[in-house]
């Protein structure tokens, strides 16, 4: 098990061994985190149907008067029908349901049954067979299913996943170059925080068994560049540290972003621009 150091929002299963990274793959240029992590598929937005348009559902809504009530006993009939249910999203392009539901049969075996069904915008539906199997779901992530990562979320009311996306993610990074005195549960969180809210420390990490680097699971805030590094003082002492993120979509080391590489980043090419004028 990793050692929890905060409560924290639903985490997600550490993979067995630290996957590849490959930060320098470059793709479409331009192109922020955000856009990439809430994409479900290659289609472009013009081929959406119109109920799945924002701007002509809002229109839409705002045109429509009329309202039913559910009555008060069905509803929360309904709610607690959701008790052991999660909603999941891969960061980047979904799966086909058939294949994701064979990959998380697979990497979910042993922990109980479950149902899985798609929803609009790239979301699942997951129905656990027990509150534990909820739990350990949850806080043995984040979850990597054919190299992609899993974000795993509680059910929660109003939920309409065709206008939804995903605001923070939980990612595990590798710090690099860490001293080996630094090695201290209590130095690492207060290191890795400047990456993210920790969630947890890998017990391999917390036991030295492997001291290539340290490995955090962090949760990121998916709006926001991703820190490339950090210096760190202590005593007479000063020293800067590496992170690399685990299984991301493309990462841009010179603007901080995902979904373009170093040699098709346009955020760093306009600020260059806009200096020599």
Not at 20 to 27: E, Q, R
Not at 67 to 85: E, G, K, L, P
Not at 96 to 123: E, M, R, V, Y
Request: aromatic fraction near 10%.
């Amino acid at each position: 098990m990793s050692r929890k150091l905060h409560p924290a929002k639903p985490l997600l299963k550490t993979p067995p061994k630290p996957p590849d990274l490959n930060p320098f793959s470059a793709t479409l240029p331009g192109v922020s985190w955000s856009k990439v992590v809430s994409s479900s598929s290659s289609a472009p937005a013009f081929e959406n149907p119109l109920h799945l348009q924002k701007p002509h559902f809002d229109r839409l809504k705002n045109s429509v008067k009329s309202c039913i009530t559910i009555d008060r006993d069905q509803w929360h009939s309904a709610r607690d029908s959701m008790q052991t249910v999660l909603h999941a999203k891969f960061l980047g392009k979904s799966l086909p349901l058939d294949q994701a539901k064979l990959a998380l049969s697979d990497a979910w075996k042993g922990l109980g049954d479950f149902s899985i069904f798609d929803l609009p915008n790239g979301f699942y539906f997951v129905r656990c067979s027990s509150l534990d199997m909820q739990a350990k779901l949850l806080w043995d992530g984040p979850w990597t299913v054919d190299g992609r990562i899993l974000q795993l979320f509680e059910w929660r009311e109003s939920f309409q996943p065709a206008f939804e996306k995903l605001s923070t993610a939980a990612i595990w990074i590798q710090l690099h170059h860490v001293p080996i005195e630094l090695w201290k549960g209590e130095i690492l969180d207060v290191i890795a925080s400047h990456f993210g809210r920790v969630l947890k420390i890998d017990e391999h990490t917390l036991q030295l068994s492997r001291s290539k680097f340290a490995r955090i699971c962090v949760e990121i805030d998916l709006d926001l560049p991703l820190q490339k590094g950090t210096w760190v003082k202590y005593g007479e002492n000063s020293v800067f540290i590496i992170a690399l993120y685990e299984k991301l979509p493309v990462f841009c080391f010179s603007c901080g972003r995902v979904g373009h590489g170093d040699s098709n980043c346009t955020f760093i090419s306009s600020r260059n621009l806009a200096s020599d004028l």
